[in-house]
């Protein structure tokens, strides 16, 4: 075969390859019981070397699932070699430090084999709506606290599933129905993956995948290398603080950028604390390689070789490299700031291609009914008791930080990529009702570009005789969205009760029986001087209720205070 007909016949396999781990990841979405997985896509799906090296990864799922997933394979096949393997077998685990961060999300393995030999692994992962444990809350001290933990273990032996670790789920979560429903989901999306690469390797003659897999992972890394060279060399530092369980919480980043590729160190950054916030280092890794991805060679596919050359540091025992038994349940109110940790340090080397801080941490609704809170009144106790039992989650977020010449995204969930659940959907799936979902106005940051906007969400228990819980897991409240190039920071959370009273960002509280929970989602900050926004785009905001007259006028102010080069209008980069 020619070497012009080998490369052409090897990027129609690899193109198909991504058809099939994308179908990977559709039947998971369509076989799913749980609502995070079904309805808002917390998932990740991926084909593996028998080395354990990720080849393709479905476009479908969130970064912290598949970039930390793309490590946890090994970690597999540390625990069950590849030739204690057997066709049929199937392999799960939630442990957080060599999964995907908590023990919410369920990663399974299965090896396919092809006359009589292992020559790939499918791996999946979803979020189940249970755990057991104290629930989706960070007010755990430790692991222990936070449920069910199972290590690396052989869930189906070639075919039969282990009735021991179905009974062991079942005694031990809130919703087995549900769990045990998203695990088969597993491992039929992974089914379906190993199908059809089988289908894929006898149309191409294919005897294993080494030579396609070494060819897609070259050219990748290779695609990175040709998108750092667009990037001046040198050393960044950026630090950004969070608002932290009960006290703030400092990130600290130098991002060094060498002609082998990129190197993130944490040194610096705050230590683990006792409640469930703290972020395993597969977390960690995650999450920045992804901010570094989103700025350098976004358009190359993800896969071991184009996140090799992104190489991540943080201390042991920091709040970034937490260690067993540390308490992780909420390791995403953290963990999904580190993309602006990330952005603030290169901006530095290339501004014009960097956006602002936005809201970043999901502003997820834990609600719970039908169960007790310590410390809680009596009276209150007895109408959490009164209603039925339900554990719902409603994902939510909010504004994204403004982008070079663009606007914030509005209510959008960056850097997660998670979808917001109906709420028909939500109010079919427990007692509760949303009296309003709305746009947050004027919580997007002033500037040449705004900042995205949050959301105001009004919920209650369905029953006004009944109360219902928040487990609470929000940052931003205490420091906001930060505003770049003299933009301005966006709004802060705020989590009050309509009565008046405004409750914790974090832990699991008491919205009364006949009261009604408030969410304010933060908004991003703002990208250049307000004075340089066209005034076109602040009408259209105010037509459209986006900004209010106040805020508006404040563009006018801004506009009339600055010096005349100063107040040059942004040139939006499209209509």
């Known amino acids: 075969m020619s070497q012009a007909k080998q490369v052409i016949q090897q990027q129609l396999a690899w193109n198909r390859l991504l058809s099939v781990v994308e179908e990977q990841a559709q039947t998971l979405i369509r076989t799913a019981f749980g609502t995070p997985t079904r309805e808002a896509g917390d998932l990740s799906a991926g084909v593996f070397l028998p080395d354990g090296r990720m080849v393709a990864q479905a476009v479908t799922g969130t970064p912290g699932h598949v970039n930390a997933m793309a490590e946890s394979v090994k970690h597999f096949l540390h625990a069950f070699p590849l030739e204690t393997m057997r066709a049929g077998d199937v392999f799960l685990t939630n442990d957080p430090w060599k999964g995907t961060g908590h023990l919410f999300d369920m990663t399974m393995v299965t090896p396919v084999f092809r006359a009589g030999r292992a020559v790939a692994l499918f791996a999946a992962t979803v979020h189940v709506v249970d755990i057991g444990g104290i629930g989706s809350s960070p007010d755990g001290l430790e692991i222990y606290h936070e449920g069910l933990f199972l290590p690396i273990l052989r869930f189906i032996r070639e075919g039969q599933v282990d009735p021991a670790v179905l009974a062991i789920i079942h005694a031990n979560v809130r919703d087995p129905a549900q769990v045990e429903g998203d695990l088969f989901a597993l491992v039929a999306c992974n089914e379906v993956g190993s199908r059809r690469l089988l289908t894929l390797m006898q149309e191409f003659a294919l005897d294993d995948l080494t030579a396609l897999g070494d ?276 709004a802060p959370g705020r989590l009050h009760l309509a009565s008046g009273a405004t409750l914790q960002p974090k832990g699991r509280q008491v919205v009364p029986a006949g009261d009604r929970l408030i969410v304010e989602t933060p908004g991003g900050g703002g990208l250049g001087l307000p004075a340089q926004r066209p005034l076109a785009r602040i009408a259209q905001d105010l037509r459209h209720g986006l900004v209010t007259a106040e805020a508006a006028a404040l563009y006018a102010r801004a506009r009339a205070e600055a010096p005349a080069d100063a107040a040059r209008e942004l040139q939006p980069s499209c209509p």
């Open 215 to 490: 060819y897609i992972i070259g050219q990748s890394a290779r695609a990175m290398r040709n998108a750092l060279a667009d990037w001046p060399k040198g050393t960044w530092h950026n630090t950004l603080v969070a608002d932290g369980y009960d006290a703030p919480i400092t990130l600290t980043a130098s991002v060094t950028i060498s002609d082998d590729g990129i190197d993130v160190d944490f040194t610096g950054t705050s230590g683990t604390v006792a409640r469930g916030i703290n972020v395993p280092k597969a977390y960690t890794d995650a999450y920045t390689s992804f901010g570094v991805r989103c700025l350098v060679g976004a358009d190359v596919p993800n896969n071991a070789g184009s996140l090799a050359p992104i190489r991540v540091q943080a201390p042991a025992g920091c709040i970034l490299n937490a260690l067993h038994p540390a308490a992780v349940t909420a390791r995403h109110v953290v963990g999904q700031l580190l993309p602006d940790v990330v952005f603030g340090a290169l901006r530095q080397a290339r501004p014009e291609l960097v956006p602002a801080e936005g809201a970043s941490s999901l502003w997820n609704l834990q609600l719970v009914g039908g169960e007790g809170l310590a410390g809680a009144s009596a009276e209150d106790n007895a109408a959490l008791r009164s209603g039925p039992r339900f554990n719902v989650i409603s994902f939510s977020t909010g504004g994204t930080g403004a982008r070079p010449a663009q606007d914030g995204l509005s209510v959008t969930a960056y850097p997660s990529g998670v979808r917001n659940v109906s709420l028909e959907i939500l109010e079919t799936q427990a007692p509760v009702v949303f009296e309003r979902k709305e746009f947050r106005a004027d919580s997007g940051g002033a500037g040449a570009a705004r900042g995205g906007l949050g959301q105001v969400i009004e919920v209650r228990h369905a029953d006004p005789a009944a109360a219902l819980l928040i487990a609470a897991a929000f940052d931003r409240v205490h420091h906001p969205a930060r505003g770049a190039l003299g933009g301005l920071d966006g």
